[in-house]
C-alpha cells in the first residue's frame, strides 16, 4: 500500500487545484518555519522497468530528480520523482500533469489502449519523510559503531543545517516508555499559547528580588511564570544524565558535527563556541553582553553551541533541552528568552543573519525481542525529537523578550 494520497481517482466535487490546496494547508502546518521553497515527492508506478526506464529519462531532462522507492509488489516497479519549489495548489497540479503526459508517452508504445500488463500511475505526492536523528549504545564491532556513529552525525546535519524536519521518535511503538509518560506523549502536538500582555502583567507581579546576571537565571525566571521553576529533582537528574549520554553516545549534541565533520561533509560551517555543561568538562567560557545589565553587572551567557558561515554573515545559535513530555510545535518560552540573550553576544551584532534554534532531545528504551538465549535485550537510545527555528531580530520576538528582560533586571 502507497503512503501516497491517491490522485488517480479523485472526489467529483474537489478539482485537483482544490484537493492540492488543502492538502498543501495540512502539510504547512509543521513545514511552514523551514523558508519558502520544499521538497515535492510524486510516486509512481509502472507495471515494468522497460516503461519506467522510458519515463525516467524525460523526466530528468525536464529537471526531476529520480530515486527509487521501497516498495515491492510483484513486478511492478516504484520510482518517487522530486522537485523543489516554492509550492502551489496550481503548480503542483500542473507538474503532475507534465509527469503523467511522460507516463502516458511511454504506455503509448504498445498502441491504442491500456497496455496488456496495466498503466502506469502517479499515485500522489507530499513532503518528503521527516529524518530520524538517534544515536544507539556501542554497536558490536569498531567498523558498525563508525557506520553508525557517520549516518547519525549525517543525520543531524541534514536537520540543523539543512531543510529537512526530525521524526519524534519518542512517538515511535518500536520503543518502550513507562505508562504514564506514553499517555503523555501520544497526545496531539499542538501550539503553546501565550498572550503577550497577560504574560508582561504576570511577569511585573513576579518580579524576582535578587535577580542573577545569567542567562540562564533569566530563562529560569521566564520558567516560573508558567511552571515550576526548577522541576521536579528527578526531572532535572534526568536532564543532566541525558546531557552527558548525548556527549557519550558519539558526541550526539555537539562533536558529531565538530569542524572535522563539517570539512569531510563540505559544509560551509564552523563551530566557534560550544557550552555544553558537563560532568567530565570544567567550566566553559561565557560571552559578556555590556548593554544588558543586572545589578550593575553584565549579562553572563555560554550558549550551547554557535556556528558560523565561512565568511561570516551567518550566525546558529543551538540551545539543547531534554524532555519525555509533549513538545509543543513552537516550543517553551524559556527556551526562546535563552536564545534571545544568546542572540546579543558580540558575534550576533557583526552577522547578517542570525538563527535562534531550539533542539529538544529524548530517550527511550528500544524493545527487546526473542527468546531464551537468542533474546536481544532492550537497548537505551538518545535521539532528537524536535528543532525549531526563529530570527531573533523579528520585531515581535525581540521586543516581548527585551521587555521581559528589563522587568527580571529591575529596569522599569
Known amino acids: 500500500m502507497s503512503e501516497f494520497p491517491s490522485m488517480r481517482f479523485p472526489p467529483s466535487s474537489e478539482s485537483p487545484d482544490e484537493r492540492n490546496a488543502r492538502q498543501l494547508v495540512e502539510l504547512e502546518d509543521e513545514w511552514g518555519e523551514l523558508g519558502p521553497k520544499r521538497q515535492i515527492d510524486f510516486h509512481c508506478t509502472f507495471p515494468n522497468f522497460d516503461r519506467r526506464k522510458t519515463f525516467s529519462g524525460k523526466a530528468q531532462d525536464a529537471g526531476f530528480q529520480l530515486r527509487n522507492s521501497n516498495e515491492e509488489h510483484g513486478s511492478r516497479c516504484y520510482l518517487i520523482a522530486s522537485v523543489r519549489i516554492e509550492p502551489t495548489a496550481s503548480t503542483i497540479t500542473a507538474l503532475q500533469a507534465k509527469l503523467e503526459s511522460f507516463l502516458e508517452d511511454a504506455d503509448d508504445t504498445y498502441g491504442e489502449g491500456d497496455p496488456p500488463d496495466g498503466p502506469s500511475s502517479v499515485d500522489g ?116 544524565e541525558a546531557e552527558q549520554e548525548i556527549w557519550e553516545r558519539r558526541k550526539a549534541a555537539a562533536s558529531c558535527n565538530d569542524n572535522s565533520f563539517l570539512r569531510r561533509a563540505g559544509l560551509s560551517w564552523s563551530l566557534t563556541h560550544n557550552g555544553l555543561h558537563l560532568r567530565d568538562k570544567g567550566m566553559a567560557g561565557h560571552f559578556v553582553i555590556p548593554h544588558l545589565l543586572v545589578g550593575g553587572e553584565a549579562l553572563r551567557a555560554s550558549p550551547d553551541l554557535v556556528y558560523s558561515s565561512r565568511d561570516g554573515s551567518k550566525l546558529l545559535i543551538v540551545e539543547t533541552k531534554f524532555s519525555r513530555q509533549p513538545i509543543p ?56 525529537r524536535a528543532l525549531v527555528r526563529r530570527d531573533p531580530r523579528a520585531i515581535a520576538y525581540d521586543r516581548f523578550f527585551r521587555r521581559l528582560f528589563k522587568i527580571y533586571a529591575g529596569h522599569t
Open 125 to 240: 505526492w507530499r513532503y518528503p519523510p521527516k529524518t530520524e536523528v538517534s544515536f544507539w549504545p556501542n554497536e558490536s564491532s569498531k567498523r558498525a559503531a563508525l557506520s553508525a556513529q557517520v549516518q547519525a552525525a549525517q543525520a543531524r546535519a541534514a536537520v540543523l543545517f539543512g531543510g529537512e524536519l526530525v521524526k519524534d521518535l519518542l512517538l515511535d511503538r518500536r520503543f518502550w516508555l513507562p505508562p504514564s509518560v506514553r499517555d503523555r506523549i501520544d497526545q496531539a502536538r499542538s501550539s503553546f499559547k501565550l498572550v503577550p500582555s497577560e504574560f508582561l502583567r504576570k511577569a511585573l507581579t513576579m518580579q524576582p528580588k535578587a535577580p542573577e546576571p545569567t542567562a540562564s537565571a533569566f530563562s529560569q525566571w521566564v520558567y516560573s511564570l508558567y511552571g515550576h521553576a526548577e522541576g521536579s529533582e528527578q526531572d532535572i537528574a534526568d536532564g543532566k
Open 329 to 384: 510545535r513552537n516550543l517553551w518560552p524559556n527556551v526562546w528568552a535563552q536564545l534571545w540573550c544568546y542572540s546579543q553576544i558580540p558575534a550576533s551584532a557583526e552577522a547578517k543573519n542570525v538563527t535562534a534554534v531550539g533542539e529538544i532531545w529524548g530517550e527511550a528504551w528500544s524493545k527487546g525481542y526473542g527468546r531464551g538465549h537468542s533474546r536481544v535485550e532492550g537497548k537505551k537510545v538518545i535521539f532528537l
